[in-house]
């Protein structure tokens, strides 16, 4: 698996496990998914569902909002975290 494999996101998440509780892991999988758009052919649309013994649900728009807003908070801590004022660039202006 390469880092151009959509799924290596998800499969090389280090803090992903078996035993994760089912909305870590649809968030997981939901990060897995946007992390992947940079690629040719995967689109932006995105319909999570989920299959179990008791059947099917599909998440709707306003679920996969949360999902996106996690998503975009996620993406601006370490950007934004205040521990990169701790580091020291030496010969950098």
């Known amino acids: 698996m390469t880092e151009q494999d959509p799924m290596y996101g998800l499969a090389c998440a280090p803090d992903l496990e078996k035993c994760d509780?089912?909305?870590?892991?649809?968030?997981?999988?939901?990060?897995?998914?946007?992390?992947?758009?940079?690629?040719?052919?995967?689109g932006r649309d995105?319909?999570?569902?989920?299959?179990?013994?008791?059947?099917?649900?599909?998440?709707?728009?306003?679920?996969?909002n949360i999902l996106s807003s996690i998503y975009s908070k996620e993406l601006r801590f370490g950007k934004d975290h205040a521990d990169l004022s701790n580091i020291e660039l030496k010969g950098e202006a």
């Not at 089912?22 to 998914?33: D, E, P, Q, S």
């Not at 319909?47 to 179990?52: C, F, G, K, M, Q």
Request: aromatic share 4%.
């Open 21 to 42: 509780p089912l909305l870590c892991t649809l968030y997981n999988v939901y990060k897995a998914k946007r992390n992947a758009e940079v690629l040719e052919g995967v």
């Open 46 to 64: 995105t319909e999570l569902l989920i299959l179990s013994t008791r059947g099917r649900t599909k998440l709707n728009e306003k679920e996969i």
